[in-house]
């Protein structure tokens, strides 16, 4: 049983536009949610997260929203740029035992 | 080193075979994350090793794999008699402890293993 999920496993996003990521959760006990980006042959990277004491993070082009009552979180990245091809996977921090990740949305940015 | 090296990053091993993966942590990390991605899949928890406590196994798919970590020192992860669903990206990760913790995860290049 999934207890993050990224419905949709790809992404295909113009050039200068906003690319919007989803993520659903099902375990709220767990506050602190984090956006790793990956290329191939590399390790994820962390991009951004968001603890629970917000509804809102905001680094540069990137900004994540979280709806709790939802169990939602998405990532806004504008204006797209053809770098931020990647996949991106969605994170939830459950304390010592680590990151329970999301399948990954594999975006695409079209020129 | 200035990041988390995983060796060898590529193995192509044939079935029944038994492999041996390892990562080197990032000094002074205490906490050590191993990962697995299958095609397709999310990354999915294996196991953690945090000082001289006790491993978290909770994450090992079969008594097939094991995994060992000397200190805050290498790690290697083994996978006996391997099979062809075992095929995958083998990420290690490690830890700086402390909060937020979304800067402190830094993760290794993987070892992508290829079961024939």
């Known amino acids: 049983d999934q207890q993050v999920k990224q419905n949709s496993p790809s992404l295909s996003v113009q050039e200068g536009r906003i690319s919007i990521l989803n993520c659903d959760y099902t375990?709220?006990?767990?506050?602190?949610f984090l956006w790793y980006k990956k290329y191939p042959a590399e390790g994820p990277t962390f991009l951004i997260s968001?603890?629970?004491?917000?509804d809102k993070n905001e680094d540069g082009r990137f900004t994540v929203f979280l709806n709790k009552s939802a169990k939602h979180l998405s990532l806004h990245i504008v204006p797209s740029q053809p770098g931020d091809s990647a996949v991106y996977f969605c994170?939830?921090?459950?304390?010592?035992?680590?990151?329970?990740f999301g399948k990954g949305t594999h975006l695409i940015i079209q020129p | 080193g200035a990041g988390v090296s995983q060796s060898p990053s590529n193995k192509v091993t044939e079935k029944g075979k038994d492999v041996e993966l390892r990562c080197d942590p990032i000094?002074?990390?205490?906490?050590l994350y191993w990962y697995r991605q299958r095609l397709g899949q999310g990354l999915e928890f294996l196991i953690y090793?945090?000082?001289?406590?006790?491993?978290?196994k909770s994450g090992l798919p079969s008594d097939r794999f094991s995994a060992e970590r000397t200190g805050e020192s290498v790690s290697t992860l083994t996978i006996q008699r391997t099979q062809q669903e075992d095929s995958a990206v083998y990420l290690c990760?490690?830890?700086?402890?402390?909060?937020?913790?979304?800067?402190?995860?830094?993760f290794g290049s993987g070892t992508r293993l290829t079961v024939v």
């Open positions: 090793f945090q000082g001289n406590s006790a491993p978290d």
């Open positions: 968001i603890s629970s004491i917000k």
């Open positions: 375990n709220s006990m767990f506050d602190y």
């Open positions: 994170a939830q921090h459950r304390g010592a035992d680590g990151l329970t």
């Open positions: 990760a490690s830890r700086l402890l402390g909060w937020p913790p979304g800067y402190g995860y830094t």
């Open positions: 000094s002074g990390h205490t906490a």
